[in-house]
């Protein structure tokens, strides 16, 4: 499976973006945004369940992240209101499985795919 991420860009503070990843060929695994910024570790910020579609956030993103999936079109999207400047990164989307725990979340990717990445900068 070969993901494509897409949808960034410059934005200012307080505005909007959203985020695509499309899968090609059946993806039946769970989907997850990924991101690094400069100088940083790479952290999760957002899963849906393959399973029962239930979505897990980054406490960093909560309320403002939302991400969902349109199986028909094999795209995961991730909403992205009132951005911040400290949500300047590279986006990845990656498929894997899942492990929650609570409101915890961990995406095995060993097995899985990562598209390429966008850039998404917040800035005035």
């Known amino acids: 499976v070969q993901l494509q991420a897409s949808g960034g860009g410059l934005v200012q503070p307080g505005e909007s973006l959203r985020l695509s990843c499309v899968a090609s060929g059946f993806t039946d695994t769970s989907v997850g945004w990924f991101r690094q910024a400069p100088g940083k570790e790479r952290e999760g910020v957002s899963v849906?369940?393959?399973?029962?579609?239930?979505?897990y956030y980054a406490d960093s993103v909560k309320g403002r992240f939302t991400i969902s999936r349109d199986n028909a079109k094999n795209t995961v999207y991730l909403q992205m209101n009132s951005l911040k400047p400290e949500d300047t990164a590279v986006y990845y989307c990656a498929t894997g499985v899942l492990s929650t725990f609570g409101s915890s979340w961990y995406l095995n990717t060993d097995s899985g795919s990562w598209g390429q990445g966008t850039l998404v900068t917040v800035s005035s």
């Open positions: 849906i369940s393959r399973r029962d579609g239930r979505t």
